[in-house]
C-alpha cells in the first residue's frame, strides 16, 4: 500500500488536518489542553484552537514544521519535527509540570532531527504511512546534518514503539510520566528513542 502513498510539505491550507494529527499522535492530549484555552470559549470545537497554532508564524509545531501524507487526494498521516541545535538549550523555566519530562528527554536529542509528532489516522494504521513518513524524517536529517534521528514515544504505544524498533530506533532514556490535565497518555514512562 505504501508505493500509493505521497508526502508532500504542508501548506497553510493543512492547519485543520495538523491540528487532527497533532492530537492524534498524543492520543487526544492536547484537545483536554485546548478546551482550558481562554480563547476556546468562543469555539465550537478545541480543534479550533489546534488549528490557530498550526498556523501561528512562530515555528516549531506550526505548518512550516511537518509533511502530508496523502493517497489519492485523501490526507492520511502526518510527521511534524525539525533539526534540534547540536548544544541542548535552558529548560524554559515556566513549563507545565507533564510538559517537564518531555522536555528533559527533547534536551538529551541534541543534535538530532526531532520527530516531534507522526500521527496517522486509524483506518490507514498498519498500511506503511508511518514508514513513508520515517523515511521524510530520514532524508530531512541527511539534508541538516543531523546526527540521525530522535523522537519520544509512550512505553504502552507498542505498536508504535515496535515500528521504531524495526527502523533502527533504540531507547536511549526514560522519565517519569506526568498526566496531563484532564487525562491525556496511560503509560508510565515516556521513552526517548534515537537512530544513529
Do not use: C
Amino acid at each position: 500500500m505504501s508505493e500509493a502513498i505521497t508526502v508532500r510539505p504542508a501548506q497553510r491550507s493543512d492547519a485543520s488536518e495538523i491540528a487532527l494529527l497533532t492530537n492524534i499522535a498524543v492520543h487526544g492530549g492536547l484537545s483536554q489542553r485546548w478546551a482550558a484555552d481562554e480563547a476556546a470559549k468562543d469555539t465550537y470545537d478545541p480543534v479550533e484552537i489546534g488549528r490557530l497554532a498550526a498556523l501561528a508564524e512562530e515555528a516549531p509545531f506550526t505548518w512550516r514544521d511537518a509533511s502530508i501524507a496523502e493517497h489519492d487526494g485523501e490526507v492520511v498521516g502526518m510527521l511534524m519535527g525539525y533539526r534540534e541545535p547540536d548544544a541542548a538549550e535552558p529548560l524554559p523555566g515556566d513549563l507545565e509540570p507533564f510538559l517537564l519530562p518531555i522536555y528533559q528527554l527533547e534536551a538529551e536529542a541534541a543534535g538530532y532531527w526531532y520527530v516531534a509528532m507522526l500521527g496517522v489516522h486509524f483506518k490507514w494504521r498498519g498500511k506503511g504511512i508511518g514508514s513513508s513518513l520515517l523515511d521524510v524524517a530520514e532524508t530531512k536529517a541527511a539534508e541538516t546534518g543531523a546526527r540521525g534521528l530522535a523522537l519520544i514515544s509512550e512505553d504502552v504505544n507498542t505498536g508504535a514503539v515496535r515500528l521504531y524498533e524495526r527502523r533502527g530506533f533504540r531507547v536511549r532514556a526514560k522519565r517519569k510520566m506526568v498526566r496531563f490535565p484532564g487525562g491525556g497518555p496511560k503509560g508510565e514512562d515516556w521513552l526517548l528513542m534515537v537512530k544513529d
